[in-house]
């Protein structure tokens, strides 16, 4: 088997803010179906050093931004982990990025830049029965990786991947830690990783890197706009076709309605009403005629749930309902808490992953009105269990999701419903529609089927990495 390093600062089951934590623990088992033996590398949060087992040290360094640090190697449920223990760094309570009271940790840039800086090691130097063709980074955390690499002298031998999960967080750095974050004085220019001023992490991943990539071809389109670049559209322009998008699958085995054991099991969408009653009865909802809708989502500026605030009259006057599950933002999450007076809208403010698999198996519907959506998850698992989603046209949502027009219903192919622009108004027609489409029975059951059959898995974006993995390689 050729040989991969991933560097992450998430990965399910061990540690997870969003998304990139389901992708960087999905990919190295279904890489291994194309040839490549992935290994994942992973800060030493806390969480992390307690899910390790007899784990071996494979790496030493004696200075690591302020403290002695050692590279432990383990198998993890399932996974090959190298995790950096660093205690300095990351023995701390909270979460990856944020202090207990929810501020970002003061040396983000430096916690980082070690995971960088272990990673491009691994990579260089090799570990006993691992020396990595490819390393492939993602987001900004792993940024400057492929800028050491260069550093170390190993750029020849070790080919770099960068994917970008989400252009909004770019790690800025004050230019006065440049020396202390061991990068280049060469490259804090335009054309480096220099970003109006400061240092950016992860325009750094994307000038140093062999090709980048993100996780859909909608958003990729999108990254090179300035509407949704962030500043880093030209940067995205330039590297022309080293740059683009490959859609996210998600994990079939952990999101299956047949075997969920979280959930009443079903395998045909008729089979749906145990789990829909129970989601009602859970949430203190009457019984109803209408849709019964549901929100699994961060509470941010980005997933548009304000709109849907303003939009809320659309479902609920048309007889649907609405459960929302997500956590964030103060002022959303009380103004949430307030539509909850509503008798057909509850919500629980919290983030729970065993009620988020039973909230996607209950509804009928999920809603994702998201301003931007670099490849979403929970759409794709409303349409495996069935749950149709009702989502912006942009980003991954825009790729995964077919819009019930006048001519995919007449071809019966639907399986959801998309709206453009994303706005409350916009929105509240896509909640009138769903109502409607809820009211035809069989139009319904056929969207639903469709949902249900519509190939989600990582097989295809395995076979693609797989394919630029080779590209990359020296070898
Ligand atoms: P993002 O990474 O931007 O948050 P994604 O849709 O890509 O958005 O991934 C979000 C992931 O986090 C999904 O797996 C979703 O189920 C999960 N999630 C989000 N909010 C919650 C919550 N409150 N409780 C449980 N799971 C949640």
Redesign the pocket.
Known sequence: MRQALSVTSECVPFV?T???A?VAGALPAALAGHGWETRTILPGYRQVMAALKRPKAVMTEDDLFGGKARVLAAKAAGQQILVIDAPHLFDRPGGPYLDPNGADWPDNAERFAALGWMAARVAAEGITGFAPEVLHVHDWQGGFAPVYLAEMGARDRVGSVLTI??IAFHGLAPASLRERLRLPASGFSQDGFEFWGQINALKAGIVWADRITTVSPTYAEELKTPDFGWGLDGVLRMRGADFRGILNGIDLDLWNPATDPGIDRFTAPSGKRKARARLRHEFGLPEAEGPLAVV???LSE?KGLDLLLDALPALTDGGGQLVL???GDRRLEFEWQRAAQHRDVAVHI????G??HRVIAGGDAILVPSRF??????QM?GLRYGTIPVVARTGGLADTVIDASPVALRSGVATGIQFHPVTAHALAGALGRLCDLHRQPKVWARMQKNAMLQDLGWDLAAADYAGLYAQVSRR
Do not use: M
């Not at 919290?350 to 992953?353: A, I, K, L, P």
């Not at 959506?373 to 929970?378: A, Y």
């Open positions: 997870k969003g998304g990139l389901d999960h989400n699994v989502s961060r980005q599950l997500g956590s919290g983030y729970d992953e009620l988020s959506e670099p490849c979403g998850l929970t698992y």
